[in-house]
């Protein structure tokens, strides 16, 4: 993945993702209207947290690709502060 062919892949992907929300951009708009609506909150939070591993693993598989070491990994998915 981390090679020239890798970048054309990604590109591909992103390019035809945004081609597919331009295309039906009025029904996306309606789509995301509810997607705060108080039963979608837990699916919210888990695709968020999903999504926030597989980033996190990614850096740790790019470190190692470069020979780099990861020896823990961590993911903040939440923090408050009161100062």
Same mark, same amino acid.
């Given at each position: 993945?981390?090679?020239?062919? #890798?970048? /054309?892949?990604? !590109?591909?992907?992103? %390019?035809?993702?945004? $081609?597919?929300?331009?295309?039906?951009?009025?029904? =996306?708009?309606?789509?995301?209207?509810?997607i705060?609506?108080? #039963?979608? /909150?837990?699916? !919210?939070?888990?695709? %968020?947290?999903?999504? $926030?591993?597989?980033?996190?693993?990614?850096?740790? =598989?790019t470190?190692?690709?470069?020979?780099?070491?990861?020896?823990?990994?961590?993911?903040?998915l939440?923090?408050?502060?009161?100062?």
């Amino acid at each position: 993945m981390i090679s020239p062919v #890798g970048a /054309i892949v990604w !590109l591909g992907v992103v %390019f035809f993702g945004l $081609k597919l929300v331009i295309d039906r951009a009025e029904m =996306f708009n309606d789509q995301s209207q509810a997607i705060l609506a108080p #039963g979608n /909150i837990a699916l !919210l939070y888990l695709s %968020f947290v999903l999504v $926030k591993a597989i980033h996190e693993f990614g850096h740790a =598989f790019t470190c190692k690709y470069f020979g780099g070491q990861v020896h823990e990994m961590g993911a903040m998915l939440a923090e408050t502060r009161a100062y």
